[in-house]
C-alpha cells in the first residue's frame, strides 16, 4: 500500500465575508505527482498557503499531518524545516543578486556568522546542474529569463532538503519551449529523486500529461480526486468538475461586423530604452477596422508588448518614430494621459504590478483612469464614483464583498475583470489587450472573451496580443504574426492555423 506522505484533514479557512476552504480533505501519496485545478477562487492557493504556513497555525482549523507527525507551521521556515518548499506565481528572488546568492538566500553557506563564498558556488553549481542551468553562479537574475528563472527557485527549493515541493501556476509567464522544458524537469525530480510534488495549473493539458491524480476544487470544496489509468484523464472530465456544467465552446459564438478601418499605424520604429542602439520594433505597420478584433501572435520576445505599450503615449522606448490615424486623424501621442483621451486603453500583462493598485479597493481602481469623469473642479464625487463602480462590478459579473473590497484580495479572473472595467469605463475606441486571460481559470476566460466580443459588437478596434494560439485563433477575425520586432505575416480567421503560424514564425527566422 503506497505510503500517504501528506494528510490534510478538515480545513476550513474564512476571509472577512467569504469562507475560502470549507471542510477540505486531501491526502498526498509519497512520490507522486498530484494536482490542484479549479476555477480562480475556488481555494487552490489557500490551500498550499496554509499548508506552507504562509498562513499559520491558528489562522484556520482542521489539522495537517506530514510524515505521519501532527504539524503547526507558523510561517514559511516552519514547513521548509521538515522538508515543504513552496513557489508562487510571482517568484521570490532579488534580481540584484546572483543566482548563487538567490539560490542560498535565508539559508547561508555560513560559520561563525562569515559566509564561504567558494563553497556556495560549488554547491550552487551541483544544484543548477540537476535542474539544468548552465550560466555561471555568479550571474545576476535580472541577466536571465523568466523560465530560467523558474529554475533558479526549483534549485533554491532542492538547496533545503525539499520533500515535497509546491508549484503555483510554475508556467503561466513561460512560452511553450519553456513550459515544455520545466514539466520535463518535474518528471525528472519526481523519478530519478523521488521528490513528491503538488502543482497548480490552469492548462489543464499540462497535468493531464505529468500528474499521477488531480484534485478538482470548487467553491473551496474538493469536488473529485481523479487517479490516471484508473479514472478519465480528459480536459471535458475536469473542465465540468471545475465550473459545475459541461462547457461545450471554449470561445462564445460572434458574429462579426467589422467596418472601416478605423485605427493605422505606419513605419513605427522604437529603440530599447536602456540600448538606444537597439531596435525593437523595426517599420511595422498595421490597421484595425471598427469592430474587429486583430491578434498579434508571436514567440516570447517578438516585440509584442513593446509595441502595444510604445503605442500607448510611449510607454515604452526612445527613439520612437512613425505615423498612428485614428478616425482620419493623425495622433500625436507624447504621453499615457494623451493617449488615454485620444481614446486608447492598454490592458498590461502584468496586473498586479502595472494593473491595479492592489493595496486599494476596487471603487477606487475602476475610476484611476478617468477621474475626470467623477469630479468636478477636482474635487471627486464619492456618490458618483460609487454608482459607476457598482454598475460595472454587476456588469462584468466581479465576484466581490463589494467595491470596497481591496483587488489584492480577489482571485486573478476577478482582478482581470477589474482591470477591464477600468478600461470601460474611460470609453476607449482603440483597445490593447496584453495576455488577458494569462493565470485564469476555463470558466474565466470564457466571461473575459464574452467581454471582449460585446466591446466589439459596439464597434471598438480590439488588439489582442496572446501566447496561446488557440486563443488567438478562437476570437479574431484577423491575425498579424510578429518576429524579431517586425511584422512577418497578416492571415484572415479562414487561413490561420497553429502550423500556418508558426511556418510564418519559422521562415522568417532563416
Known amino acids: 500500500m503506497a505510503e500517504i506522505i501528506l494528510d490534510m484533514r478538515n480545513i476550513t479557512k474564512t476571509f472577512p465575508g467569504v469562507k475560502a476552504l470549507d471542510n477540505v480533505n486531501l491526502q498526498v501519496e509519497k512520490g507522486e505527482i498530484h494536482a490542484l485545478v479549479g476555477e480562480n477562487g475556488a481555494g487552490k492557493s489557500t490551500l498550499m498557503n496554509v499548508l506552507s504556513g504562509v498562513y499559520p497555525f491558528g489562522t484556520y482549523s482542521g489539522e495537517i499531518v506530514f510524515e505521519g507527525k501532527k504539524c503547526e507551521f507558523r510561517n514559511v521556515k516552519d514547513s521548509e524545516k521538515v522538508g515543504i518548499a513552496i513557489i508562487h506565481q510571482e517568484l521570490a528572488l532579488n534580481p540584484f543578486m546572483t543566482i548563487a546568492e538567490n539560490i542560498f538566500l535565508c539559508n547561508e553557506c555560513a560559520r561563525n556568522g ?43 527549493a532542492l538547496s533545503k532538503n525539499v520533500k515535497l515541493l509546491i508549484l503555483d501556476e510554475p508556467t503561466a509567464a513561460l512560452n511553450d519551449e519553456d513550459s515544455n522544458n ?92 536602456l540600448d538606444d542602439s537597439r531596435m525593437r520594433i523595426n517599420h511595422v505597420s498595421f490597421n484595425v477596422r471598427s469592430g474587429e478584433i486583430v491578434g498579434i501572435a508571436g514567440l516570447m520576445g517578438a516585440g509584442r508588448t513593446e509595441l502595444a505599450m510604445s503605442l500607448f503615449g510611449k510607454a515604452y522606448g526612445r527613439k520612437i518614430s512613425g505615423t498612428v490615424i485614428k478616425d482620419g486623424k493623425e495622433l500625436v501621442l507624447k504621453s499615457v494621459r494623451d493617449a488615454i483621451k485620444e481614446g486608447l486603453a492598454y490592458v498590461t500583462e502584468d496586473r498586479k504590478t502595472a494593473g491595479l493598485i492592489l493595496i486599494d479597493n476596487i471603487k477606487r481602481n475602476i475610476t484611476l483612469a478617468r477621474l475626470d469623469k467623477v469630479s468636478k473642479n477636482l474635487v471627486i464625487s464619492e456618490e458618483l464614483e460609487t ?65 471582449i466580443n460585446k466591446l466589439a459588437e459596439q464597434g471598438k478596434c480590439i488588439v489582442l496580443i496572446s501566447s496561446e494560439l488557440p486563443e488567438i485563433l478562437g476570437i479574431c477575425d484577423r491575425i498579424y504574426i510578429m518576429n524579431e520586432g517586425r511584422i512577418v505575416g497578416e492571415m484572415n480567421k479562414a487561413e490561420a492555423s497553429q502550423e500556418n503560424i508558426m511556418k510564418c514564425i519559422l521562415e522568417s527566422s532563416r
Open 114 to 156: 562569515i559566509i564561504n563564498w567558494d563553497y556556495t558556488r560549488q554547491e550552487a553549481r551541483k544544484l543548477m546542474k540537476k535542474v539544468g542551468l548552465t550560466e555561471d553562479p555568479d550571474t545576476l537574475v535580472m541577466d536571465i529569463g523568466i523560465g530560467k528563472q523558474q529554475l533558479v527557485e526549483i534549485a533554491k
Open 182 to 273: 520545466l514539466l520535463n524537469l518535474l518528471l525528472e525530480l519526481n523519478q530519478e529523486h523521488g521528490i513528491t510534488c503538488i502543482i497548480i495549473s490552469h492548462k489543464i493539458y499540462e497535468v493531464i500529461r505529468i500528474a499521477d491524480k488531480i484534485t478538482v476544487i470548487r467553491d473551496g470544496m474538493i469536488v473529485e480526486t481523479l487517479k490516471r489509468d484508473v479514472d478519465e484523464f480528459s480536459e471535458n472530465r475536469i473542465i465540468k468538475g471545475m465550473v459545475g456544467r459541461e462547457l461545450v465552446s471554449r470561445f462564445p459564438e460572434r458574429t462579426p461586423n467589422i467596418g472601416e478601418v478605423r485605427f493605422e499605424v505606419k513605419d513605427w520604429v522604437v529603440y530599447d530604452p
Open 387 to 451: 454608482i459607476v463602480s457598482e454598475e460595472l462590478r454587476q456588469r462584468l459579473n466581479i465576484k466581490a464583498s463589494g467595491i470596497y473590497q481591496k483587488t489584492g484580495e480577489l482571485s486573478g479572473g476577478n482582478q482581470q475583470k477589474v482591470v477591464l472595467s477600468k478600461w470601460i469605463f474611460a470609453e476607449p475606441d482603440v483597445i490593447f489587450l496584453d495576455e488577458p486571460t494569462r493565470g485564469i481559470d476555463v470558466g474565466s476566460k470564457y466571461e473575459i472573451y464574452s467581454i
